[in-house]
């Protein structure tokens, strides 16, 4: 009788620790849709149906606030999205939260009105994912410079917007739920782009009878649009963070054309914002490729039609995916190396298996290329940037100008 009571008492302990568990959210997310100098999203994964609050308070105060979220739904999963938009913080200021059913404190911080008392640290990259462990290496590597936030310029989870595939975006949040929160808790907030493998065929153009509406983008990126809340739709957007930076995320005709509507929409966006110091230009096919042809159509298009915009309106730095290597190029003003010219970096090789690269000598306009898995930590301070580049081993590979500030 003995033996069969402590079977009892260890299958209900068993049976609470599942309850428990399965009110944890199963990944998180912080991200921002407005002034991130104010405000945060919260997005939170889990099988409760009914709105959910979430406690923040401002770090160093005994009492929480609660806030409520909305339940969004999860693409070909029972999982859904709750989601809390906190607005009203105040600027350059330490939050800590909970998420429901569980007594772990995370904080995150907003960003600084200004940049004339102290700088701000950005890691970039882009196609994260090709395997899991790729991914969460360099997240690792990421979360030890303690960055402000992260940019991912596409190509998360390679979900490719299939049902099938909806693994690989769990293991994508459950990567940035355990690899991309600093030694103390802070949650890394990170702002995204769309790529070819977020999209049904890749590409807008896959699609017979496209139409350049909310309901078609959503029909063939389904997880972009309903995990990621920035950019949104239509899938390209600006984040102001304060007057002192403008990052313009644009989408290389993947659920939308580069023709027509988006260009019209870039050079009006950079038009209004030539007072702001730096103006970031975040997107998936190269300009400049390191890896694939310089003439194939989507690269052309975006040297044709935007490249020609971010020079008139004194972009200095952009950043492209795509390739899976590394690469800077040149300064380049008018298709030439020039000075006065905008550097583009990146290529996209976060977490994945690493590309042969174009003979670096014979390339005009690549100043460096390499074959490995790397990021780029930029710095911007007052009116001044500078970046190094980093591999998922932790070694610098590279660094523009040519003294880094991390060396």
Known sequence: MKKLKIIVFAIALFSCGLALGQNEPHAF???????????????????????????????????????ESDVLPY???????????????????????KFPGSEEVYYFNTLPLSL???????????????????????????????????????DMAYENGLADNVERIYDFFDSYKNTLVTADNRILPCIVAVGNHEVVGGYHTKHNGYEQ???????????????????????????DVGTYLSLIILDTEHSNPILGVQTEWLEKTLAERKHVL????????????????????????????????FEKNGIKLAFENHDHAYKRTFPILDGEVNQGGIVYVGDGSWGTEPREIHDVASTWYLKNAQSINAFTLLTLEGSQFSLVSIDSDGNIIDSFPENPLAK
């Open 278 to 309: 730096h103006r970031i230009p975040v997107y998936h096919v190269p300009a400049y490729p390191s890896v694939r042809k310089y003439e194939d159509n989507t690269q052309t298009l975006v040297r044709e039609n935007w490249v020609p915009i």
């Open 116 to 154: 004339d008392k102290r700088s701000l640290k950005i890691a970039i990259g882009g196609d994260s994912m090709h395997r899991k462990e790729w991914l969460e290496k360099t997240n690792k590597v990421v979360a030890s410079y303690e960055p402000d936030f992260i940019i991912i310029g596409g």
């Open 29 to 67: 997310y912080l991200t921002w849709q407005e002034d991130p100098t104010t405000t945060i999203t919260i997005d939170w994964h889990t099988d409760e149906t009914a709105s959910s609050e979430i406690n923040i308070r401002r770090k160093g105060l005994d009492e929480w606030s609660k806030v």
């Open 75 to 97: 693409p070909f999963s029972e999982r859904l999205v709750h989601r809390a938009s906190i607005k009203n913080l105040r600027p350059e200021t330490s939050y800590e939260i």
């Open 213 to 239: 509406t909310d309901a078609f983008r959503s029909r063939i990126a389904p997880y972009f649009y309903a995990l990621f809340p920035f950019p949104g739709q239509p899938g390209y957007n600006v984040l």
